[in-house]
């Protein structure tokens, strides 16, 4: 059998089957898909529209049904479990957490309606039901397969990495960045780094897509190998006088109970005053912000330079901290053999190199923000203490990320708010990382790694990538290109990275890299551009122990227990590695002996050892859910080294805060930028640097004057969740434009548009709203392609119109800094996908529209039926046949 997916069902041609028609047309109406996803599922009291989580009940379970602990495991930054109802065989509903209590540390962990509508992921037509091979003779982006056995499979995967290892060596092998079965104990790795470094190592890379300039910049600042984080919600709840969420928007980054959506709604019913720093008026601004600042995209070190001038020239700044605990700030407190007016405070006051003085007018100019805004907001920040500043990681994901993120650690500074209880760092909200074991990888023998952004590169030119010009470590040049490249749970080829047609391009050369294997649960357009393609499990068909992650001071660790036997002819991740693992001769020394519950348990041993009040992984598997907390209380970074920073110095050369810091001083002189462009420059300061495609250039770029930016979106985590129907009815894809940048392109609200550049062309439906600056735009990341034969995706993948050039040091995705032009899509355009079609022959479980909207509908009947339509995701209602 052939088969073409370029017609999948969540693309192009609908298929044959029962078709559901939106039951949302009144959710443009009263914003039931910001209200929904917000708040549904995430709240220990009353949720939206009334729906009390605490005080539901559920129906009977049928007669021999069983309930089986599992979780939701995306790149979200929490980790929420989910009971799992099965009857014979199959899984008919998905309930939420019933443990714990309403209490901050003690809070259920109630999954939002995303993972809640876990079903439609287990049974969905996209999932990948068995092992395909590429058309002979098709291109890659073609998207031609044959099915295949799975010992044909295992044969072509063994035959291909032995070949890579033989013929280029381990160095040529890449295992892609992705999380689409994000940081499960087993499934994260899923086996694969365990296998390649047994047969002697693969190539690296450091840094994710996340937040990859801030966590390469930091060690700079701070002398921290990763991100800075700062203190947690919790701590700034009892603590604080002022948060400040700069570029942080938890309402929608960190949904669910897990997350830190409950904890900032609590920060708002206590009475914290919150600012929000964002150039979109998120779901954060929106239900938590006392007041909102808007600056450009791109310009938020000029933001904290026009708050510095103020700082320094009102005497409101921390001096007594900044000579105690920091290098930089002054002229006075220096690294050696620096020349005079190269501190902060000169580049602030005009008496650096550039001259120019940092006055709140000059800072409004270039961002945006009223020249008085910036100074009231200065005067508060120099007169409230503590403060925990707190940013997200929008800002780092700009062309000049690292000098973003290091100018908002040095506001933190600036203010004297470092290491007390209340204050922060000026990194992201702190949290307890999980203590309990993880599957062992092992060493990797291949040292050489490169940033996670540059792996196009590596295919494409990857013995000419070098340490000076390109960031390459471990070695002073690549010595080959990749060859072998196995995409696990990743959907970075086709979706998640920068220019998506280069991306397939670089790909369609098969002299480049000879071999692409992804490995998934649904058939992405990652998978679309492979050679070979294993269907995985889903996390509710194999045995997995799944922490917490960035889910503040209470962590956890949730049973993973398989639910259902794999449907189809998927297999668990490990089972393949197993399986090619015994082909290449290392069986043995692969399993140790054990299959993945065998692993499971011995991983959960591990942990108990070390931490005796854990409970075993029987007692877990009853109980579910297991919390614990910080044995030192509620986060507050760098303590120790506030209370004494000869005893605990930081890990940089002074042991102090480095404003300025010599080593990147030093580099500025020997990197390289032979295809530079502007904003290509290390500089020692966090300056503001006008960059390619930032806010000068849109402001004189009569061909696209608009700056883009990708905001994180309720329906999904990334492009996960981005396939299922419920998750789409409930939020649209749309392009957030303001009233003023539409009305001059005579677009209104819901229009079809096209936006545009030089890299590509995405059609969508336009959000028309005052709750984005003018002169940007917004759209939602990591919606499914779905390409015309002309070339337009229709999907709104935001991918399409970003760039691939990497950051300053970090090479890393400023993926925020791109131009564009919008205008209407040409007559006839429609909504993509109006209508989702469900073969019955391949979906155990269908879906059918329970509620209907009338014309003419009333408010209220809009408010029932969105709270109808919450039930339905919440599982509190049927959501159609049941198996």
Same mark, same amino acid.
């Given at each position: ?53 605490? =005080? ?343 062309? =000049? ?348 609200? =819901? ?108 408010? =209220? ?23």
């Amino acid at each position: 059998m052939t088969i073409d997916s370029g017609e999948r069902a969540s693309e192009a041609e609908p298929r044959p089957g029962m078709t559901r028609r939106s039951v949302l047309a009144w959710g443009s109406a009263v914003g039931a898909g910001a209200a929904l996803m917000s708040a549904a599922g995430c709240s220990s009291e009353s949720d939206t529209f009334g729906l009390d989580n605490r =005080n539901v009940e559920y129906r009977p379970l049928p007669d021999g049904a069983k309930e089986v602990w599992s979780a939701c495991v995306v790149n979200c930054g929490s980790r929420c479990p989910l009971r799992l109802v099965v009857n014979d065989g199959q899984i008919v509903r998905v309930l939420p957490d019933n443990t714990g209590d309403d209490s901050l540390l003690g809070r259920q962990i109630r999954a939002c309606p995303r993972g809640r509508n876990m079903r439609q992921r287990i049974y969905n037509p996209d999932r990948i039901k068995a092992p395909l091979k590429r058309v002979e003779g098709a291109k890659r982006s073609e998207g031609k397969f044959e099915e295949i056995t799975w010992e044909e499979a295992f044969d072509l995967f063994a035959e291909k990495l032995r070949h890579t290892i033989d013929t280029y060596g381990n160095e040529a092998i890449y295992k892609n960045y992705g999380s689409g079965v994000w940081n499960a104990h087993l499934g994260y790795s899923g086996g694969w780094p365990r296998l390649f470094n047994l047969l002697g190592g693969f190539l690296g890379y450091y840094g994710n897509y996340s937040y990859l300039q801030i966590s390469q910049c930091t060690r700079f600042h701070y002398g921290a190998p990763d991100e800075q984080i700062s203190n947690s919600f919790e701590d700034a709840i009892e603590n604080s006088k002022l948060l400040v969420l700069w570029g942080n928007n938890p309402q929608e980054t960190r949904m669910s109970g897990g997350g830190l959506t409950f904890v900032s709604n609590f920060a708002h019913q206590k009475g914290l005053r919150i600012i929000v720093v964002d150039p979109r008026y998120s779901d954060s601004a929106s239900v938590l912000a006392d007041d909102w600042i808007a600056p450009r995209p791109g310009t938020d070190a000029a933001l904290v330079a026009g708050i510095a001038h103020v700082l320094f020239t009102e005497n409101l700044a921390d001096t007594a901290f900044l000579d105690k605990y920091c290098i930089g700030h002054d002229e006075e407190h220096m690294p050696d053999g620096v020349p005079a007016n190269n501190s902060y405070r000169a580049y602030i006051m005009g008496q650096g190199e550039d001259g120019v003085e940092k006055t709140p007018e000059w800072a409004a100019d270039i961002t945006g923000v009223p020249a008085h805004k910036i100074v009231s907001f200065a005067r508060e920040l120099g007169t409230t203490k503590p403060v925990n500043i707190s940013q997200g990681w929008g800002p780092q994901r700009h062309a =000049n990320g690292e000098n973003q993120a290091r100018a908002i650690y040095t506001l933190a500074a600036l203010t004297g708010n470092i290491g007390i209880p209340g204050g922060g760092t000026g990194g992201r909200e702190g949290y307890y990382w999980p203590v309990t074991q993880w599957f062992p990888d092992g060493d990797n023998p291949v040292t050489t790694t490169i940033s996670c952004y540059s792996w196009v590169d590596a295919i494409d030119h990857g013995e000419e990538m070098t340490e000076l010009k390109d960031g390459v470590r471990g070695r002073e040049r690549l010595q080959t290109g990749i060859k072998f490249l196995l995409n696990y749970g990743s959907n970075m080829s086709g979706s998640q990275h920068g220019d998506i047609n280069k991306t397939r391009a670089v790909l369609d050369d098969e002299t480049k890299c000879e071999f692409v294997v992804t490995v998934d649960n649904q058939f992405t357009a990652t998978a679309r551009m492979s050679d070979l393609i294993l269907p995985d499990c889903t996390t509710s068909e194999r045995w997995d122990l799944i922490p917490s992650e960035y889910t503040g001071d209470m962590a956890y660790l949730i049973m993973g227990e398989k639910a259902i036997e794999p449907i189809f002819e998927s297999k668990p991740a490990y089972e393949m590695c197993t399986e090619i693992a015994k082909r290449m001769g290392i069986e043995e020394e692969f399993t140790e002996g054990r299959d993945l519950e065998g692993w499971a348990r011995w991983m959960q041993e591990q942990t108990v050892a070390e931490h005796p009040d854990f409970p075993s992984f029987d007692e877990l598997r009853e109980q579910g859910v297991y919390r614990y907390y910080n044995p030192d209380g509620l986060t507050v970074a760098l303590k120790d080294f506030r209370d004494d920073p000869d005893a605990n110095p930081l890990d940089t050369p002074s042991g102090k805060i480095e404003i300025f810091s010599k080593q990147l001083w030093d580099m500025s002189k020997t990197w390289e930028f032979p295809d530079a462009l502007p904003g290509d420059k290390i500089t020692a300061l966090p300056e503001h640097v006008d960059t390619w495609e930032g806010a000068l250039e849109a402001r004189k770029n009569e061909k696209y004057p608009l700056q883009c930016i990708g905001h994180h979106f309720k329906g999904r985590t990334h492009s996960t969740y981005g396939n299922l129907t419920l998750n789409r009815e409930a939020h649209h894809q749309r392009a957030w434009i303001n009233t003023l940048d539409a009305k001059d392109r005579g677009i209104e609200n =819901n229009d079809m548009v096209r936006i545009h550049n030089d890299r590509g062309t995405i059609q969508l439906p336009a959000m028309v709203t005052p709750r984005i600056m003018p002169g940007v735009i917004s759209v939602p990341q990591g919606a499914w392609l779905n390409i015309d034969a002309d070339g337009v995706d229709h999907g709104g993948a935001v991918n399409m119109l970003t760039s691939q050039h990497k950051t300053p040091y970090a090479k890393g995705n400023g993926q925020h800094t791109v131009l564009v032009e919008v205008e209407l899509a040409p007559a006839g355009a429609s909504y993509p996908d109006p209508d989702r079609h469900i073969d019955l022959n391949e979906a155990p479980v269908t879906y059918t529209s329970t509620f209907e909207t009338a014309s003419g509908s009333s408010p =209220n009947d809009i408010a029932r039926q969105a709270a109808a339509f919450a039930a339905i995701a919440l599982g509190t209602a049927d959501a159609g046949t049941h198996a």
